[in-house]
């Protein structure tokens, strides 16, 4: 964990934790990846190698879905 921690500090990004002793949680985390898997990764591997285009079209991702979907 340390060296991975050292990595994402190295990297920038940003490291969540869900919360302790709250299992319900990791249902709503695992569908959440799942969705992302599906939606954007999946459709967008072509990105791949073009790690920073990826990066910047994930990054929004989620805030263009939810404008697309109540608006």
């Given at each position: 964990?340390?060296?991975f921690?050292?990595?994402?500090?190295?990297?920038?990004?940003?490291?969540?934790f869900?919360?302790p002793?709250?299992?319900?949680?990791?249902?709503?985390i695992?569908r959440?990846?799942?969705?992302?898997?599906?939606?954007?990764?999946?459709?967008?591997?072509?990105?791949?190698g073009?790690?920073?285009?990826?990066?910047?079209?994930?990054?929004?991702?989620?805030?263009?879905?939810?404008?697309c979907?109540?608006?």
């Amino acid at each position: 964990m340390k060296k991975f921690s050292k990595i994402l500090k190295e990297e920038e990004i940003q490291q969540l934790f869900s919360y302790p002793r709250c299992p319900k949680i990791n249902g709503y985390i695992e569908r959440y990846n799942m969705t992302l898997r599906e939606e954007f990764v999946n459709n967008n591997e072509m990105l791949v190698g073009g790690q920073e285009e990826f990066n910047r079209m994930l990054h929004v991702y989620p805030i263009d879905t939810v404008a697309c979907n109540y608006f």
